[in-house]
């Protein structure tokens, strides 16, 4: 008798799957379509048929610099987030069957509870990522997405919306009534705007931007602070909550931004630190931590169990991503030099449709 798993060899053998490689600080230039047979899926594991990958500004910072505080592969297929569907499921896996439309989780080995080093294998990193047509994750890496969204939609949330999830939930819980400061309208901003929104929080964003002022609105905020017009906005953000400061605060900028932030944070709240996306003077006295009892708290995505409840509440609030622009998979490298000119509004995903 042919085992099961011999059968499936035997299909899957024929699979030729079509990736995009890339090297590490060497530029969307390095990127080229590699063709290969993909191997059958283990007893554990998923063959996802990939429909959409989205960029994060991780993939700037690994493929133009290289610099990126996790392992990066020299080679790798590039990209973490990434959605599709199911087309076969190993022996022992009985949580998916074909047909299931899944996300993979950015770091497929956190299940859980805190972040480990063993952890740290990240898709479109130390892992290959999600630029290919088709993908075998362990069964534990992917989880379902929610049913109202489009492929291309779903793609938008792992990493940011994970980030956003785990920054706001992850630690000090948010509690409705609280006030949730975020900063700029990049896609973590934009999710923590529309997560803080749905758990009934008040929103103070800031943006670079007055033409940004209505999308911000459009997705929930309720106070709008320009950051160029108001570079004091730590100011604002205590004349809005009547000197307190807010509660959760989305820290995207950085060394560059924390002091405001420390300034702007109520007394126990919690500033999440996010990324590094302002530019200018540092934290240069870092006495000034010791003006808050706030929990400074760094933020390394999250893990599958953050993921499912995001994804549970976006299903619940029917929530939409903003998408900036869509290409075809075939267009990966103009995908990749367009996001790396930074003048998206969205999500820049790439369709595998
Ligand atoms: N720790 C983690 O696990 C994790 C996960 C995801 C992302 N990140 C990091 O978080 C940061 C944001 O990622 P993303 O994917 O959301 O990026 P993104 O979509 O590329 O964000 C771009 C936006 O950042 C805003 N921005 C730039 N400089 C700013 C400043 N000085 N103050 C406030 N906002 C500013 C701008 O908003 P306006 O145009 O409105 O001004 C810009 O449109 C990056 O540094 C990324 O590496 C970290």
Redesign the pocket.
């Known amino acids: 008798m042919i085992a099961e798993r011999d059968l499936l060899k035997k299909e899957m053998s024929e699979i030729i799957n079509k990736a995009f490689w890339a090297d590490k600080a060497k530029g969307a230039d390095s990127l080229r379509m590699v063709t290969e047979t993909l191997p059958a899926p283990g007893s554990q594991e998923v063959l996802i048929q990939v429909k959409a990958a989205a960029f ?3 993939e700037v ?1 690994i493929i133009e610099s290289g610099v990126y505080p996790l392992p990066v592969k020299d080679t790798f297929i590039p990209m973490a987030d990434g959605v599709g569907e199911i087309i076969a499921v190993g022996s022992a896996v009985s949580n998916f069957k074909a047909g299931d439309r899944v996300a993979a989780v950015m770091f497929p080995y956190w299940q859980s509870g805190p972040f480990q080093a063993e952890f740290s294998g990240q898709l479109g990193g130390a892992l290959d990522g999600m630029l290919t047509e088709y993908k075998i994750l362990p069964a534990a890496g992917v989880v379902l997405i929610p049913d109202h969204l489009s492929y291309v939609e779903a793609a938008a949330y792992p ?2 919306g994970v ?1 956003a999830w785990n920054a706001l939930f992850g630690g000090a819980a948010l509690l409705p009534g609280q006030t949730v400061l975020t ?7 934009m999710m923590a705007l529309q997560f803080a929104r749905a758990a009934g929080a008040r929103v103070i964003a ?4 007055s033409e ?1 002022i209505g999308l911000l609105q459009q997705f929930g905020a309720d106070e709008v602070i320009n ?1 160029k017009e108001q570079p004091a906005w730590h100011i604002a953000v205590k004349a809005l909550t009547n000197g307190k400061g807010a509660d959760h605060i989305i820290e ?3 060394a ?2 924390l002091p405001q932030s420390i300034r702007a944070v109520q007394a126990t709240g919690q500033i999440s630190m ?5 530019t200018g003077d540092p934290l240069s006295n870092p006495n000034l931590l010791l003006t808050t009892a706030a929990t400074i708290r760094a ?3 999250g893990h599958r169990q953050h993921q499912q409840q995001m994804n549970s509440a976006v299903a619940v609030n029917k929530l939409r991503p903003l998408i900036d622009r869509v290409f075809p998979f075939t267009d990966a490298k103009e995908a990749y030099q367009y996001y790396l000119k ?1 003048q998206y509004q969205g999500k820049v995903v790439v369709s595998m449709e």
């Open positions: 994060n500004y991780r910072m990493c940011a980030t900063l700029g309208t990049g896609g973590v901003s800031t943006t670079s931007s940004k950051y995207v900028g950085g560059a931004t996010i990324g590094s996306m302002a933020i390394a995505a930074g």
